[in-house]
Every structure is written in structure tokens, then in C-alpha cells.
């Protein structure tokens, strides 16, 4: 499996913008997906998750702000992030694990929000 992320850029505090994930290869094989995020100096930590079923699982700084969706037909999953903060900016990876518990990484996406 191959992700490629896009979306990334610099906005000011308040502002929005969105993430996408394209995922290809052996895509029938992808259960969940989802976007992890890591801040100069800090571990990579969960930002949001959603299964082939649609359940979602936020990180609880994003609850609220952050909507993750995704199109099963287009093999893509999406970050709408609103109400962007400073502590938000970090470089954004997409993620998705497999059935049989692969797991594959995107290219990170740098996220900046300006205070």
C-alpha cells in the first residue's frame, strides 16, 4: 500500500484547512486509516482515526475541531481541521493499517498555524 498526502500549509490561528490521503496498491487490504501528527521535540501521537465501517476515534485535542471522513471509492481519507490552534502545528502523516495488521506511512504534510 502507497499513501500519498497533500494539504498541508500555513494558516493563521482560527483558521482551517484540509488534509487528504490517497492510498493505492493493495487497497482491498486497508481496514483503518487515519492521521498522526509529530511536533518538533515530541513524540508522533494519534490525531484521528476511521475504519472501513466509518467508526471514528478523535484525539481528545482535536475533539470538536477536527472531522475525519472518508471515500471508500476513492480510496481516500480526509482532515477537515478547523478552529486551528499553534499547538496544532507539527508535521501531519497519514497512516492505515491492513486486516491482516500491516500498517503503512504516508509522507508527512507540514501543518503551521501562526498565533
Known amino acids: 500500500v502507497q499513501l500519498q498526502a497533500s494539504g498541508g500549509g500555513l494558516v493563521q490561528a482560527g483558521g482551517s484547512l484540509r488534509l487528504s490521503c490517497a492510498a493505492s496498491g493493495s487497497i482491498f487490504s486497508i481496514n483503518v486509516m487515519g492521521w498522526y501528527r509529530q511536533a518538533p521535540g515530541k513524540q508522533r501521537e494519534l490525531v484521528a482515526t476511521?475504519?472501513?465501517?466509518?467508526?471514528?476515534v478523535y484525539a481528545d485535542s482535536v475533539k470538536g475541531r477536527f472531522t475525519i471522513s472518508r471515500d471508500n471509492a476513492k480510496n481516500t481519507v480526509y482532515l477537515e481541521m478547523n478552529s486551528l490552534k499553534a499547538e496544532d502545528t507539527a508535521v501531519y502523516y497519514c497512516?492505515?493499517?491492513?486486516?491482516?495488521?500491516?500498517?503503512?506511512w504516508g509522507q508527512g504534510t507540514q501543518v503551521t498555524v501562526s498565533s
Open positions: 476511521i475504519t472501513s465501517g466509518g467508526y471514528k
Open positions: 497512516n492505515c493499517g491492513t486486516y491482516s495488521l500491516y500498517n503503512y
